[in-house]
């Protein structure tokens, strides 16, 4: 029965009643219109938020008796707000699991699966490219390729892979990353995430429905902050509610 209201706002909460069951190793899709409260659910999993009421448990213990440092090397997350840091390509993919930011061999396969092979191939210096505004504005007369949008989100989400080699990683959360790639690059992107899906917990907003929603063992679907429907694709599809609704409007 959780709760969620930013301070200020005690009387608006944005997450109203939220009752929901994730068991390990399920594939969970969270789904809703823009403004429904998808991301704010994944801060509160994350414990970005606490909960204003109610209580969030995992393995029966609440979230919060957890130590952030145990939930942070348990947890893998790829967000909508992106970016990276002024360092080489490959440094910024190897921070995924930075004790492996030297093998090469790690962050090219991590490269791989996050779909950032090519747009690493177009750069002068390959992985050894540097991220650093200041060097461009140096090198203008020279051109430097710049990194699009698309390349950023693959470059960020091989920095994800590079976590999951990691061991440690339990439960995986994919919030909207991939707003600038088109749909063959969003569907390949969460084929080589459910490739990884053994002994995790995954869970994903993504406004696109059909690439993960008919394999989900769990869809949430939300409306102006609440739980509206839960369940699965084909029973969500039959009842004819705000599920079924959106996912037509789509189709």
């Known amino acids: 029965n959780v709760?969620?209201?930013?301070?200020?706002?005690?009387?608006?909460?944005?997450?109203?009643?939220?009752?929901?069951?994730?068991?390990?190793?399920?594939?969970?899709?969270?789904?809703?219109?823009?403004?429904?409260?998808?991301?704010t659910l994944i801060k509160l999993l994350t414990r970005l938020y606490d909960p204003t009421s109610g209580t969030l448990e995992v393995?029966?213990?609440?979230?919060?008796?957890?130590?952030?440092?145990?939930l942070r090397q348990a947890t893998a997350v790829l967000s909508q707000g992106h970016r990276l840091f002024p360092l080489s390509m490959g440094e910024n993919i190897g921070l995924g699991c930075v004790e492996k930011v030297r093998d090469v061999d790690a962050v090219r396969a991590a490269a791989q699966a996050g779909g950032a092979t090519a747009c690493i191939a177009k750069l002068r210096h390959g992985l050894d490219t540097?991220?650093?505004?200041l060097r461009q504005r140096l090198e203008a007369l020279e051109k430097p390729i710049e990194v699009s949008g698309?390349?950023?989100?693959?470059?960020v989400a091989a920095r994800t892979f590079m976590r999951l080699t990691s061991g440690n990683i339990r439960a995986?959360?994919?919030?909207?990353?991939s707003s600038a790639l088109d749909a063959e690059g969003e569907l390949a992107l969460f084929n080589n995430l459910c490739k990884e899906r053994e002994g995790k917990t995954m869970i994903f907003v993504t406004h696109r429905?059909?690439?993960?929603?008919?394999?989900?063992?769990?869809i949430i679907c939300l409306k102006d902050g609440e739980i509206v429907e839960?369940?699965?694709?084909?029973?969500?599809?039959?009842?004819?509610?705000?599920?079924?609704?959106?996912?037509?409007?789509?189709?």
């Open 3 to 39: 709760t969620f209201a930013y301070p200020g706002s005690l009387d608006r909460p944005s997450m109203r009643n939220i009752n929901v069951d994730i068991k390990p190793s399920q594939l969970v899709v969270i789904v809703g219109a823009n403004g429904s409260g998808k991301s």
């Open 59 to 70: 393995d029966g213990q609440p979230l919060a008796a957890y130590r952030q440092r145990d």
């Open 130 to 133: 540097e991220d650093d505004p």
């Open 150 to 155: 698309g390349e950023t989100q693959r470059i």
């Open 172 to 177: 995986v959360f994919v919030d909207e990353p």
């Open 209 to 218: 429905f059909g690439h993960l929603t008919r394999d989900a063992d769990l």
């Open 230 to 251: 839960q369940g699965v694709h084909a029973g969500l599809m039959s009842s004819g509610g705000e599920y079924s609704k959106l996912y037509e409007i789509q189709a």
